[in-house]
Nanobody
Framework: QVQLVESGGGLVQAGGSLRLSCAASGRTFSSYAMGWFRQAPGKEREFVAGISWSGGNTVYADSVKGRFSISRDNANNTVSLQMNSLKPEDTAVYYC???????????????WGQGTQVTVSS
């Protein structure tokens, strides 16, 4: 079992930065691929970024490449998403994800956090 708790969301102006963090409980954190998804009002949940269990491989959605950076600290059971050059279209609830895939696929048995709101004003 893995429990995920996100933090770091908030309101920021376009062009600004935010750093999201996800704290995981459970002794098997390092065996999971981790990722971030987001869901805007009226839209489906979409993949943002993923990182392999070792941290050696990362994948990003085209919409955030060059602006967002995902990292993990297996010693402290955390995964972070550094978001720079934020745009109004980045506004969404951001969810931390733990599962077998870091490339955007997920299963019903995967783990999710409760979400954190990110709002980017123009």
């Amino acid at each position: 079992q893995v429990q995920l708790v996100e933090s770091g969301g908030g309101l920021v102006q376009a062009g600004g930065s935010l750093r999201l963090s996800c704290a995981a409980s459970g002794r098997t954190f390092s065996s999971y691929a981790m990722g971030w998804f987001r869901q805007a009002p009226g839209k489906e949940r979409e993949f943002v970024a993923g990182i392999s269990w070792s941290g050696g491989n990362t994948v990003y959605a085209d919409s955030v490449k060059g602006r967002f950076s995902i990292s993990r600290d297996n010693a402290n059971n955390t995964v972070s998403l550094q978001m720079n050059s934020l745009k109004p279209e980045d506004t969404a609830v951001y969810y931390c994800h733990a599962g077998a895939s870091y490339s955007g696929r997920y299963r019903a048995s995967d783990y999710w956090g409760q979400g954190t709101q990110v709002t980017v004003s123009s």
